[in-house]
């Protein structure tokens, strides 16, 4: 198949992102597992190998068949990738006296055209701790950095390159300059487009649900929004919306959704109000993974138990998105770590009454607003922040209770409303609130009361992120406005934390 990349996934955080970055050049990429068979590489006109958490000194580590080598096609091999392209073909990796994590400039020793149109000193994204120390026969370094030899690699005859690395990552400065060099190579040509997933998706929906009833949470969130939208398109009124009010919605939030899907008037949608009951299954419960777990099973029990009232109601439709899957752990080759379990993937039970639809499990969040837009829903649903499925509840780090709850939304309600009123460019904005506690002088008088934490940042793809660099005003009249107006709040701090090495919320 012609103007096909395959990415095999040794189980990075940002194998999927590589495939992402492949079609946002307009060429269609695909995530497969390491050990994917070679006849079907064969059918790619370009192969890139991931990164991976593991390293190749260990026991087990994973490997890959020398004979996709010989496949004649080109190859990129990315961290890992790289070190196995260099191992596989004769070299040597070892643990490397320094590991680098973080920005890393590297210098370019030599013209390739994978570096083509780039200055000779580069900002790029590591993470690694072993790295290559023998080149395989065939190999000449492209570019080194001040720890790593071999930051850059190639052996042009065969068109096999090997990036020590993440071109995928947006802090890689010239990362996507770098995949449309080798996409140039491979002569891949431009032929992918968002429309083409539109079309494909809504038929497979048609297909799979035949005559039956599809029941979706509808959160308001971008993702749901998106997810019911699209499955209304492919089988109408025959989806059937939930939103299940779990009581850790934000200030008005239930009633601001519930207008704007009112003033839009396509879908059928029903608000189920389950606040008490998710209180009561919450009560005395403080570990993330488990709240997470319980918030998860609590709302299938609860698409459940309305589905037995609807018509032949088999399906579930979420709005899963790659990076929920990726950081709860599910990846193509099954190999990543598990970050957090989304509640809508990792936060699951086992066995549970439907059948799941997830159209958007491919797609990471900008993809997903894309399409919103082709589908012609509001700016309001298009544009919306990120919010998390579990809500507050793990925006309360620790147990959640009703005091906490009211002070949290009354704060967060403040500290959105002034970066909003800002204009800073932000891509996601919010209150935490810690269970501690904290002295402090008002009015004269000692206090004991919550902290409250603010969380902003800047991001394209939330994978990573930068904490935004909010003006000091701006931070003032936040902290000003939260401590006088929210009794049992005499403390403001801001989260001064990138992703890696945090995640942007708490819990
Ligand atoms: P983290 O905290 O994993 O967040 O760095 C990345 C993005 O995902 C959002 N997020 C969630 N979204 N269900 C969701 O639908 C969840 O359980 C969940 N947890 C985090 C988070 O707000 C950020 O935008």
Known sequence: M???????????????????????????????????????????????????????????????????????RPILGICYGQQLTAFELGGEVRAGKTSEYGPMEIKITKASPIFQGLRPKQMTWMSHGDQITVLPAGFVTLAQSANCRYAAIADENYKIYGLQFHPEVTN???????????????????????????????????????????????SGGVDSSVTATLVHKAIGQRLHCILVNHGFGRLNEIEEIVETFRKYGKLNLRVIDAALEFQDALRGVTDPEQKRKIIG??????????????????????????????????????????????HNVGGLPKKFGFKLIEPLRELYKDEVRQIGRLLGLPKSITERQPFPGPGLAVRIIGEITEEKLDLLRAADAIVREEISKSRESVQQYFAVLPSIHAVGVQGDARTYGYPIIIRAITTTDYMTAHWAKLPHELLERISVRITNKVRGINRVVYDITSKPPGTVEWE
């Open 2 to 72: 012609k103007n096909l990349v395959y990415v095999l996934d040794f189980g990075s955080q940002y194998s999927h992102l590589i495939t992402r970055r492949i079609r946002e050049l307009g060429v269609y990429a695909e995530l497969v597992p390491h050990n994917f068979p070679l006849k079907k590489l064969q059918q790619a006109q370009a192969i890139i190998l991931s990164g991976g958490p593991q390293n190749l000194s260990e026991r087990g580590a994973l490997r890959v068949s020398k004979a996709i080598f010989k496949l004649g």
């Open 297 to 342: 099973g609590l709302f299938i029990r609860i698409f459940e138990r309305e589905a037995k009232k609807i018509k032949n109601a088999k399906w579930l439709a979420q709005g899963t998105l790659y990076t929920d899957a990726i950081t709860s752990g599910v990846s193509v080759g099954g190999t990543a770590a598990v970050i957090k379990s989304h």
């Open 172 to 218: 890689t400065e010239n990362g996507q300059k770098i995949l449309a060099n080798f996409i140039k190579i491979s002569g891949a040509q431009k032929t992918w487009q968002l429309k083409d997933f539109l079309e494909k998706t809504t038929a497979d929906i048609k297909k799979k649900v035949k005559k039956d009833t599809v029941v979706c949470g509808l």
